[in-house]
């Protein structure tokens, strides 16, 4: 993801933040700030043979912003968008994260374990893909919010049933589950 620096002066300033092909573009809720948004657009347009497309661009809009909306949409021209959204995988919410919202990276997790599920895995096997694809998971998510408690043991219930039984359903612990998490420095 890339940090660009924020455009515009005074009052009228707009923020980007893009990934790849998509953009996240943020501005002031004004007709002002709208308007320099737009003519951005158009200047970059025309310097880059590159357009917005309309029927995947979204305006998304605060409330306090409400008695604006007609006037704003008529401004860009684009179809109103509504969060909860997702981008790069995550949810772009307007609240705190709930348990609820965790649901697409429990699910993920589920679905990776459920796909090995078939192939006959060694204990050392699964302690590697835990390590370095389930754990990766939870780690992504971790950089961009707070994770709930109760997510959080959830992901570990899922890691250690499928590192002591090779699935999601509970299994036998060999060795307690804060050994097998210590850090790789403290030994094996």
């Given amino acids: 993801m890339v ?39 158009t200047v970059f347009a025309d310097l880059s043979g590159l357009q917005a497309n309309l029927h995947k661009s979204h305006l998304i809009l605060s409330r306090s912003a409400a008695p604006l909306r007609d006037t704003l949409l008529a401004i860009l021209d684009f179809q109103e968008g509504h969060l909860p959204l997702r981008y790069l995988g995550l949810p772009l919410l307007a609240s705190r994260l709930s348990i609820a919202d965790c649901q697409p990276i429990l699910q993920k997790i589920d679905s990776r374990i459920g796909g090995w599920d078939g192939i006959t895995l060694s204990f050392a096997g699964r302690v590697q893909l835990i390590k370095s694809v389930l754990s990766a998971l939870q780690v992504y998510w971790a950089m961009a919010f707070i994770l709930p408690k109760h997510v959080i043991k959830e992901i570990e219930k899922c890691l250690r049933h499928f590192l002591w039984k090779g699935n999601t359903e509970g299994g036998s612990a060999k060795v307690s589950w804060r050994q097998v998490c210590r850090p790789v420095s403290e030994g094996d």
């Avoid at 924020?6 to 933040?17: N, T, V, Y």
Wanted: charged share 20%; glycine share 10%.
């Fill in 3 to 41: 940090d660009s620096p924020i455009i515009g002066s005074g009052e009228m300033q707009l923020c980007q933040l893009g990934f790849a092909d998509d953009l996240l573009l943020f501005s002031k809720a004004d007709t002002g700030s709208v308007q320099v948004f737009r003519h951005a657009l």
